[in-house]
Nanobody
């Protein structure tokens, strides 16, 4: 049973930073591709950052939504089974519930919810002005 648990959310003032983590358990396949999604108040869920699973050369590829490019950084630590999202220069538009998601294909950078096999419960991020 694959389980994803997010942490690191909280309240921060505009311009501040937060680091989200997603702890994965129940599988050890580092080839899973993973993404961070968010759901802002009154809106649908949207992808913000994605990272591929490990390739033969050990490198990962990343993708970001335009709204977070240059401010957010996605990374993974396969030895610890964790996914991270470093968020800088936060603004009120970043207020949302943030979710991590995993899919079994290795080389996919997806923001399509239906591509993903496993989801966490979410962690709330609130940015005040």
């Amino acid at each position: 049973q694959v389980r994803l648990v997010e942490s690191g959310g909280g309240s921060v003032q505009a311009g501040g930073s937060l680091r989200l983590s997603c702890a994965a358990s129940g599988y050890t396949d580092t080839k899973y591709s993973m993404s961070w999604f968010r759901q802002r108040p009154g809106k649908g869920r949207e992808g913000v950052a994605a990272i591929t699973g490990d390739s033969a050369n050990g490198k990962n590829t990343t993708k970001y939504a335009d709204s977070v490019k240059g401010r957010f950084t996605i990374s993974r630590d396969n030895a610890k089974g964790t996914l991270h999202l470093e968020m800088n220069s936060l603004n009120t538009e970043d207020t949302a519930m943030y979710y991590c998601a995993a899919e079994r294909r290795a080389h996919v950078l997806s923001f399509l919810e239906t591509d993903f096999d496993y989801w966490g419960q979410g962690t709330q991020v609130t940015v005040s002005s």
